[in-house]
């Protein structure tokens, strides 16, 4: 139980930390939330491949392959259920992210019990469904079981397992009355579900304020977004020893300094020549 639990919290905490960050970089709204941004950027990032598979008998539900050149794909069995391809998608994911050992990973139909194969659960529950995400669908919203389960694309039972296993850590109630609670609220009886987050809605908010974008981050995503960024949106730039940290051969930074003000920058080296950034520099020291 204890060994389970220990998995569950670092688990928990290595989608946090990863998904937090990218959430608020994007201003995501929680209310909308499904996994497919993350999966879809962490997809690109790492030029993974997504396939669908299909195997007449079914019994392998998705495969992560690594080749010997660091090349890798994953696949899901496309004729299951949608729900489920999500929770492979997930699954396969967090077998990548958590940096498991070896080169092929076969979800076969059967349970898995192995270290790895719980912890790839958990990591696809997390993402599928993570903490602050609930909240603000079931405590806030008062969305029912139903409705919660249909927006994030989870079935019935992920969902149920995800919310027994949230309430267990967080609450430190018995896992039988956990149950009960939860499978009232799949009643449509949510009174008692929401006196649960009621119980653990400040760890959840402030876990949720706890994990900022790092500005190394942040810089990289308005890069992206824009090819010049300044100490404005990014106050580390003034800092010497942040801008030798970012620059590189695609990212330049430098400052333009006039009568005693600074304004610190970097900029995209393959959208904007040096003169360039100069200039747009010294644009919004003028009109400032
Ligand atoms: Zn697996």
């Avoid at 946090?16 to 970089?25: A, C, E, G, N």
């Avoid at 994007?26 to 909308?32: G, K, N, Q």
């Avoid at 092929?104 to 019990?113: G, I, M, P, S």
């Avoid at 009643?187 to 959840?204: M, P, W």
Wanted: hydrophobic share 35%.
């Amino acid at each position: 139980m204890e060994i389970l639990e220990n998995t569950f919290s670092k688990i928990s905490s290595v989608v946090k930390s990863q998904l937090y960050p990218f959430i608020k970089l994007r201003d995501l709204s929680l209310l909308s939330y499904t996994f497919e941004n993350f999966f879809g950027h962490v997809i690109k990032e790492n030029n993974i491949k997504v396939l669908g598979h299909h195997f007449s008998n079914r019994q392998i539900e998705g495969l992560t392959l690594i080749d010997s050149r660091d090349r890798i794909s994953l696949s899901y069995e496309k004729e299951n259920p949608v729900v489920r391809q999500n929770f492979t998608k997930c699954h396969e994911l967090g077998h990548y992210l958590l940096s498991h050992k070896g080169s092929v990973f076969t979800e076969l139909k059967a349970n898995q019990t192995s270290p790895e194969e719980v912890e790839a659960n958990y990591f696809s529950a997390c993402l599928l469904m993570p903490d602050i995400v609930l909240l603000s669908k079931i405590y806030y919203q008062k969305s029912s079981f139903q409705e919660v389960a249909n927006s994030l694309q989870v079935s019935y039972e992920a969902l149920n397992i995800r919310l027994i296993d949230l309430l267990t850590y967080l609450t430190g109630e018995s896992k039988e009355s956990v149950i009960q609670t939860v499978h009232r609220y799949q009643s449509r009886d949510n009174r008692k579900i929401l006196e649960s987050f009621a119980k653990v809605h400040d760890s959840i908010v402030s876990e949720y304020n706890s994990y900022d974008p790092r500005p190394v981050e942040k810089l990289s995503y308005l890069l992206s977004q824009k090819d010049f960024v300044t100490d404005k949106e990014v106050s580390e730039l003034s800092q010497t020893k942040f801008r030798r940290t970012v620059s590189s051969a695609s990212v330049g930074t430098w400052a333009y300094y006039d009568k005693g003000i600074a304004i610190f920058y970097a900029w995209n080296k393959e959208k904007l020549t040096e003169g360039q950034a100069y200039q747009k520099a010294k644009d919004i020291y003028y009109l400032s």
